[in-house]
C-alpha cells in the first residue's frame, strides 16, 4: 500500500501530522521542529498553531504582544498572541487566537490552561520537572487536537466536562501522590520527570516502559472513557471486549499488588497492567493507539514508509483479529497495524544495535488488535461527529 494510503487512514480521524518532523519550515526555508519558538537560522519568531497543526513564522502585529502568521500560512488576517508560558520553565511555543474586536479571552494557549495545579516554580527541580512535562504534554495535545477529540479545560472553558491536570510533589511526610485520574482531574506525581527516579519505579514494578508521555497518554485514557464510552452506545461492546468495568475496581488493584498480574494477561492485554482491571485495559489499549498514531505519523512524515524501506519478515494480523471485519474501513486498518508491527520489529533491531533497551517492548495477541479497532472506530466517531459540527457552524456562520 503506498504511502498516501497509509496517511489517509491515520488522517481518517486525524486531518494531518500534528508534529511533523520533516513538515515544517520557517520563511528562510530552514527546517524548524515542534518545540522551536525561534528560527535557530534567521531568529525570526517561531509559534504552534494547534488548529492548523503547524509551526508557522509569526510576523508582528499592531502592538508589542500581538501577531500575525507569516504571509503564505492560512489565517494570515487573524490575530494572536503569544503563550503568556513562553518564558516561564513550560517553555511553550504555542500562540493563542484574539477575538476580531481585540479583546483576549485567554492569556494561556490551549494547552497551558489544561493545567490546575502546577509545580513550585520558586526551586529548580520542580522547574526542571514542570519544563519536561510540558514538553510530554504539548505532544500530547496537540495528537489530540488532531484526533478531532475534545479539549476543553475544566477550569476556564468547560467545568462539567472538561479535563484538567494537577502536577505535585508528595510532601516530606505523609501519603505519597498518586498518579492517576479522577473525575476529570488528571494527577501527575512530579517525581516521574526526575529519570533516576521514573527508572526505579520502573524496575520495581517490573515495567518494560514507563514515560512521562506514556503517563500522560494512559491518564487521558480514563478521562475519554468517562466521555466517549461511559453510557453512550458503545458500553455493551466495551464490556464484550474489555470486560465489565462494575467488577470492584479497588479490590482488583489490592489483588494487583498483592499477586502480581493475572495469568494469561499476554493474550488479553496489551501489558500486564492492562490485566488489572477493564478501565485500566482501556487506560493502556488507548495510550497505545496514540503511541502507534504519534509514531507511525512522524515516520511518515519523514518519508519512512514501512512496506516499501523495511525489509523484514513480520507475520502479519489477519482480518479476523479485527473488532469489526466487516467494517469498510477495516483492510487499511489491518494494514496499518501491519506496518506499525514492521516498523517496531525494525525500530527495536536499531536499538540493540545500539545497547538500548526494545524501542517497543510489547508483543501484541489478536485480542489486543480487536482492541485497538475498537479504539480506532470510537475515535473515527468523535473525530467525524466534531467535523460534521464544525462545517454546520460553517454553514450556519455563512448563511448569517
Ligand atoms: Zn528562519
Ligand atoms: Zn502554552
Ligand atoms: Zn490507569
Redesign the pocket.
Known sequence: MPIDDLRLLSSRASKTTAVAPAGFHCKCGEPVFFRNSRCVSCNSPLGYEPNLRKIVTLEPGATEDLWRLGEDAENSGQLYRR????FSA?A???I?PVSDNGAIQQT??????LDRTIPDLSNAADQEAYHRI?IAK?RLVACLITLGLPVASRISEDVEHGVAFDFLRSPSVGPRILTGYENGIITLNIEEAEDSRREQIRLEMGEAYRTLLGHLRHETGHYYWDRLIAGTAWIDDFRDLFGDEREDYAAALQTRYQQGPPLGWEARCVSAYAGVHPWEDWAETWAHYLHMMDTIDCALGLGLDPDSSIEMEVKPFTADALFRPEDPEGPRFLHFINSWTRLTAALNELSRAMGFNDFYPFVWSPRVVAKLHFVHLVVCDIGAAAESESSTTAEVAELK
Do not use: E, G
Open positions: 503563550c503568556d508560558n513562553l513550560a511553550c511555543n504555542w493563542v494561556l494557549c490551549q494547552c497551558c490552561r510540558s504539548r
